[in-house]
């Protein structure tokens, strides 16, 4: 080592063949041609040349090589669960008990329909449904083997139902803001919010007949196509909604003129927890 402290560059190197690539090797040596005991007997690599035939072709080790011990690469570690995000034995049960009530009811509004059936009211409502179209669109409508054109229904029908709750809701609110406005008390303002909301508006009778019609039609083609009633889209959504008693006045309401179906309103939450959807579909 020099006096300024620099390890000193060897004066002569090994330049034999490496293994790796054949390229000349870079150890420092006593003399010009010598070799390191690595490449002892090996020729001289030429300067800016390789000598191939002495490089070793080694094959490259892929990355999701096994471990020793016969182990796989260690799976990523799932990042923690935020606190709460656990449910709960109790959640768990309550939730297994809701399913559980929603497919026996499900399973009773069945029995109703293969009532309905055996009566023929399923038949004439068949019959009233194609009445309100043309053949042609009854025909291509008929053919749901899949239960593509029930789901259809029922999602529709659905939105409906819900615009038209949504456009009850805006109304009563425009009428309350404009009654407090006019300087009334907030009490004032919001008894005539909730009032407006409950007034029927010129468009509610078609549009809930048009919604009731979609429902009782889905329950329909399911018949016709012989597909499983617990399956039909149109039947699940009225049960798990609204109850399995609006079913049974839907079903007799559609073999009849379809101008009175918009009577059939949905129960309260308070009868649909007290009787199990037992409750009747009409509006009192």
């Known amino acids: 080592m020099s006096r300024s402290g620099r390890r000193r560059q060897p004066e002569f190197k090994c330049r034999g063949p490496r293994d790796e690539d054949g390229g000349p090797c870079q150890i420092g ?3 010009e041609g010598q070799r390191c005991r690595r490449h002892v007997g090996r020729p001289t690599v030429p300067p800016g040349k390789r000598l191939t035939e002495w490089a070793k072709k080694k094959p490259r080790k892929p990355k999701s090589a096994a471990r020793p011990g016969g182990q796989g690469r260690r799976p990523p570690r799932r990042p923690p669960s935020p606190a709460g995000s656990r449910i709960s034995v109790r959640e768990q049960r309550a939730e297994a008990a809701r399913l559980a009530r929603q497919e026996k009811l499900v399973a009773e509004a069945v029995e109703i329909c293969h009532a309905a059936i055996a009566s023929g009211v399923i038949n004439a ?13 009854w025909s291509r409508l008929a053919r749901d083997r899949s239960g593509r054109n029930c789901a259809g229904l029922a999602r529709v029908a659905r939105r409906i139902l819900y615009t038209k709750s949504l456009i009850h ?12 406005s006019m300087g009334a008390p907030r009490v004032v303002g919001l008894f005539a919010e909730q009032v407006g909301q409950r007034l029927p508006l010129p468009w ?68 649909l927890e007290t ?3 037992q409750s009747e579909g009409y509006a009192a």
Request: proline share 4%; with cysteine.
């Open 29 to 31: 040596v006593s003399y």
């Open 125 to 137: 409502a068949a019959d009233r449904a194609a009445g309100y179209v043309t053949d042609d669109v």
């Open 275 to 277: 009787d199990g959807g």
């Open 204 to 271: 509610d009778q078609q549009l809930a007949a048009v919604a009731r019609g979609m429902q009782a039609t889905g329950i329909v083609l399911c018949f016709m196509n012989d597909r499983p009633l617990g399956q039909c889209s149109c039947l699940i959504d009225l049960v798990n909604t609204e109850g399995k008693a609006l079913v049974r006045r839907l079903v007799a309401d559609a073999a009849k003129d379809w101008l009175n179906l918009h009577e059939l309103q949905p129960p309260t939450p308070r009868q």
């Open 169 to 180: 809701t805006a109304v009563g609110r425009v009428i309350g803001l404009l009654v407090i």
